[in-house]
């Protein structure tokens, strides 16, 4: 069969059609979605790994306050044993009123100074001097030894305990103290 | 032989070439096409269409968690500096020198015929936790030397067993110019200092192996 002139312009056009066609459609439709698609795609899976980051720092945080139940309890208990306001407003009489208690009368509390303590963050060394001029050795010891057990923030750092040259019968002691107090 | 003829015979031609129309086959192709291609491009919607779903899921539960996630972070600092703390004052109160239980310790070893006059002592703040007493007093009976001797032994004895680290030794011993009635008898006495020095540090020296006598 013989195609004509006009025949042939036909399916010439017909073949520039589809050509346009095709290539409008990848162009213009399935290009940019398939783009779009390989984008969202990649976001999608650059979330993963933060969700899965994030879920980790929860699940790390919600073990730490069950650990951090006890430690809260113990800064409470101590935070507790602090008074409010300015040391020396409280430690001395504080000091005085424990030993009275214990038949020990008379001690001369001083505050030595304050220096900060860079492993307690909020709180403050404060340095105290203890002069008890006459004591009885046995009760004193055991004033002690309390205070030392009521008093879990404080520690003696310098003591001396020595005979009366006036009353040999009684004891003269000093003492150093840090305790921990607020900032 | 009948003659058969055609008179639609044009009619017929022009019918065949409208049906043979290439522009018609190519227009019939190309609608195909397009609707494959129709097709496709709504399937692939769909797909954009589950995969943004997707996306978006994931962006809403990822908010949601990264403000939890901030405040868990926020919260595990504070948590962390708590333990910290609270592990801090531990430390500081189980590592404190006790010494209502030292006073009782060597007033207990002292025998009658020891006189302690003055007891002194400082523990260092830093991290060895090294504390250095000073023991001065008086020492009675027959060999008032020996006396002094025995508290020295005893409290050496006593100290090795409690601390990582004890070294009881004489800063001086002198006989004494009194004597004094122990028993209703008269003895010679001997004035003693003692040091004691005790380490409760984590890096406190190691204790020193006694030296071997030569030939032994």
């Not at chain 1, 073949?15 to 990649?42: C, H, I, R």
């Not at chain 1, 004591?135 to 923030?153: I, S």
């Not at chain 2, 086959?25 to 943004?52: D, E, K, N, P, R």
């Not at chain 2, 910290?84 to 006790?98: D, N, T």
Request: with cysteine.
């Amino acid at each position: 069969m013989k195609l004509g002139k006009d025949q042939i312009q036909k399916m010439v056009l017909s073949a520039l059609l589809l050509a346009f066609l095709v290539y409008a459609y990848f162009a213009v439709l399935l290009g940019p979605l398939m783009t779009q698609q390989e984008a969202v795609k990649k976001k999608t899976l650059e979330l993963t790994p933060k969700i899965e980051a994030a879920d980790k720092l929860i699940k790390q945080s919600a073990a730490n306050k069950i650990r951090s139940v006890g430690a809260q309890d113990v800064i409470k208990q101590l935070n507790a044993t602090i008074p409010e306001g300015a040391p020396v407003a409280w430690f001395p009489p504080r000091v005085a009123e424990f030993y009275k208690a214990r038949n020990v009368d008379k001690v001369t509390t001083r505050l030595v100074g304050m220096t900060p303590d860079k492993n307690l963050l909020g709180y403050v060394q404060s340095g105290w001097s203890l002069e008890f001029p006459k004591v009885e050795f046995v009760p004193f010891g055991k004033a002690l030894a309390e205070f030392e057990n009521a008093e879990l923030l404080v520690e003696i750092t310098n003591f001396a305990i020595e005979i009366n040259r006036d009353d040999v019968e009684s004891q003269h002691v000093t003492m150093t103290l840090n305790s921990i107090v607020r900032k | 032989m009948a003659l058969h003829l055609n008179l639609n015979h044009e009619i017929e031609r022009d019918k065949l070439a409208k049906a043979r129309d290439p522009l018609k086959l190519g227009m019939m192709a190309i609608g195909g096409v397009a609707a494959m291609f129709a097709v496709y491009y709504i399937w692939q919607q769909t797909v954009m269409h589950s995969i943004s779903t997707d996306y978006e899921q994931a962006k809403v539960g990822y908010e949601k968690v990264e403000k939890a996630a901030e405040a868990a972070e926020k919260s595990t600092a504070e948590l962390t500096q708590a333990v910290m703390l609270s592990e801090a004052f531990v430390k500081r109160i189980e590592g404190r020198f006790y010494w209502a239980s030292l006073l009782d310790q060597v007033t207990k070893l002292a025998q009658p015929d020891i006189q302690i006059t003055r007891l002194s002592g400082e523990v260092q703040p830093d991290a060895s936790r090294r504390c250095t007493i000073n023991i001065e007093g008086v020492s009675a009976g027959a060999d008032p030397r020996k006396t002094a001797e025995g508290l020295r032994k005893s409290l050496e004895d006593e100290f090795s067993k409690q601390f990582k680290t004890a070294s009881v030794t004489f800063r001086s011993l002198e006989d004494g110019t009194a004597s004094v009635l122990v028993g209703g008898v008269s003895q010679p006495t001997a004035l003693y200092q003692i040091t004691v020095q005790l380490g409760m540090g984590e890096d406190a020296a190691p204790k020193v192996a006694p030296r071997r006598a030569k030939g032994t």
